[in-house]
């Protein structure tokens, strides 16, 4: 039997060729036989067969593919073999033809060194083995790096074949190479066996010719003039003129230069396809390039997000591209104490390009010149892995045309990219998809169903971090059957830090890695750092930095900006600073034993401040803060945002919603009850003036428990309306109705008659909600005297509306139209306008019962056009929905869906139970669906 992957894919049985038709049969039968005798993962044959596209159900999708294959092998099937974790062809070495081409590479190495005559007939027997292009018709992208390093192994063995050939006076195979260099134009080395074959059998004008051909493709696709070894060729071919027109015996040419291959081999890549691309368009000579200049890119992007891995990947898919070899340095740029000196790292690239270590010169200016002269004329890629800065890197650079230079770094290396044109290319974390592509790659799982899911689960508790998804999984792959539901109970048990996140090799561990960046920050930068890891969030702005280190905001931005270069933070548009969530918890690592005290102070100081701002821009009256006192006058060092209107309020706290909640629970965490409960009523504010009944709830409960805790109890019965407010607002009816009754107990016992006031009011509310139409009334007739015996006209308009809006539904329209006009008359006296917005809803309902449908549209517009103009989300989705019903009944289907359109995208975002719902009547009342 024999298996052959070079040319076709080929399979013999002891009867005759066997023919594999599936594509997917022959894709995963070529992948069994390049690893022939070694288990390939199932995930490793789903990506070859599907790439992006596989199947939910891959898994099971493979193993349809397995089995179709081992039936069409017949008589061979029993040699595909399934394995716990994949599948494996089990057949002898010498049973495939790439495994007889590298055997026969082997012997002739071994052959070379021992200075044996043997070398060349076994380079004939291994360049025997081939047919054709490799896996020529096998319908895989993910082989196309198989297909890359295998013809690079038959170019450089045909090329030190020819090498021998000469050597031994017999002829050259012209066809063969002629065709090369029309298949591989840029490949010098064949080109080289070409002139000289042609000109060594009396061809020398043919010879002639095929180097000006040469110099013609090279000048107009890359710009260059062929290298240094092939012009000397050109020079004793013309020197070496025979009249007679015979044979040509040229001189002794040079040794060929040492054409180094150093890039390391990457397992287990994924995606980066977008920054492939753009590298791909970067290699001088490219259709988009335009240029043949040498190409020099920074690679760079926080600790462990893949910059050496995609580097790896490119660099040997590309290998042909660089005809004179390519390069690999690690510098050692992130490592203190052990960064490699430019004057180093020129000797370890001189060795590389084949000086002895004894020859190379001794001063750094004149190894710098050496470098130069040997790299002049080669089209070379050069990879200075993790780059510590610009100064480390130019005298590196060659300045021969074509050559390409990769600098990966965690620094953006700015100097490079302003003196030496150089491109940039940040790399942030992996796409989810290719997140969980590489995790089921390394674990060597294809998963379906709820298995997705708990791979999804991993990839977010690793922030999609390269490094940190590989550590999970080697984790993972030590147990002898990778459990996903484990792996996920362990990272939801919240150890400690990044204790996660390490593996038995120090240097690989996520923690060891980060302290390299950390300590070659500056003390300042360092500092600043470290306090990051006090905010509560990942996500911050450059006011609550500032603050958090007690610094002018100039002074801040500065120790920012070298964070922002060393890819420790991000800072995204509007100043806002970013930091990966391992990040964050490594520097929140650093602060263990510190004494954050006075910076706490400062970031609660900083929220409770720029919140009250924001309250008072929109309006909200000073009765409704209560707990939201000036806080402590001692603090010092905080810096609070310019908020100058109620627009700038709403995008302040469009951006800190989240922190809000958070510092809330922070600070009620670490007892520090006042500036929690302080924080938590102007949260809440903002909360309820943006319809965020889940937060306000969030934020409630712990300004409550803060508030049992420091015996505040005007604050607790506040709490309690809060909570119960949020719990009406979200359809739960039973638990708004407890928490109002605590509330009305706690304002009895304080003697609260504005605090009553509000709980009638929502007391009436939940009485509205269940048709309880007098029971709603009463409890609205109530408020009314409490905020009319206390004179708060504010508290008066919102009563009056309300006993207008029971009186409605109880069908006494003119009697409520009363109250409701009262109601806006004096909301606009007392310019009150979120109660007028209202009031002008209420009217609008009315309206719409008596019949009057434009009235009431014209009502429902102003309502809505009010609280878009304050900002006032609550009650606009309500409104849009009203207009469109008015608008169907009217019979304008147009301008009803765009209504029902802008209030279903409210409650999108605020209440998806209750957009839910609102398609269900849609659909039901209106037939309308896809909304």
Known sequence: MDFGVLGELGVVADTGPITIGSPKSRTALALLVLRRGAVVQGTEIADALWGRTAPSNARKSTHVVMNRLRKALGPLGDVVRTRADGYLLDVPHDSTDVGRFTSWLDTAANARDKGSGDELAALDRALDQWRGDPLSDVPSDLLDTERTRLTEQRLTAIERQHDLLITAGRPADIALLQDLCERYPFREGIWFQLIRGLSESGRRSEALNAFDRLRVHLAAELGVEPGARLRELHSLVLDAEDPMGGAVRLGVLRAPPVVPRQVPHVAGFVGRDEEQERLDALVPGSARTGTSDTAVVVISGQPGVGKTALTAWWARRTADRFADGQLWLDLRGSRPGAVMSADEALQHLLVSLGEQPSETPGTAEER????????????????????????????????????????????????????????????????????????????????????????????????????????????AARRRQVDLGSVVTELRSGRPGLDQFTVGEDTSNLRTVYSWSYESLSVPAARLFRLLGVHPTSDLSIEAAASLAGLPIEHASRRVSELESAHLVAVLDGGRIELHDLLHA?????????????????LLDHYARTARTSVERLGVRPATLAGASDGPRDVRGVTVPPIGSGPEAQRWFAAEHANLVAVVRQAGDLRHDAECVRIGVLATELQEWNGQWGEVTRTQAVVLA????????DVAARAEFHLGKAAYRQGDRRRAYAHFLRAEVRNRELGHSAGSAEVHLGLGAVAESQERWDEALEHDRQALEHVRTMGDRMGETRALNAIGWDLAHLGELDTAVVWCEEALRLAERIDDQRAAAASWDSLGYCRAQAGDRRGALRAYQRAVGIRNGIGYRNGIAKGYRAMGDLHAELGDKNAAERAWRASLQLLDRSAPLAADAERERLVQVYGVTGL
């Open 368 to 475: 710098a010149a050496r470098y130069q002269t040997l790299t002049d004329g080669r089209r070379l890629l050069v990879v200075l892995d993790d780059a510590a800065n610009s100064e480390q890197v130019r005298p590196l650079l060659p300045g021969s045309p074509g050559s390409m230079v990769l600098v990966t770094s965690r620094y953006r290396l700015d100097g490079l990219v302003a003196r030496e044109a150089a491109t940039g290319i940040g790399l942030d974390v992996l796409p989810a998809t290719d997140a969980r592509r590489l995790l089921m790659r390394r674990l060597g799982t294809a998963p379906s169903g709820d298995e997705a899911t708990l791979l999804d689960e991993i990839a977010g508790h690793c922030g999609r971090l390269p490094l940190a998804l590989a550590i999970v999984a080697a984790r």
């Open 586 to 602: 490594y520097a929140g690592e650093l602060n263990a034993g510190l004494d954050n005290r006075q910076a706490v102070r400062r």
């Open 706 to 713: 803060a508030a049992l805790r420091g015996g505040m109890r």
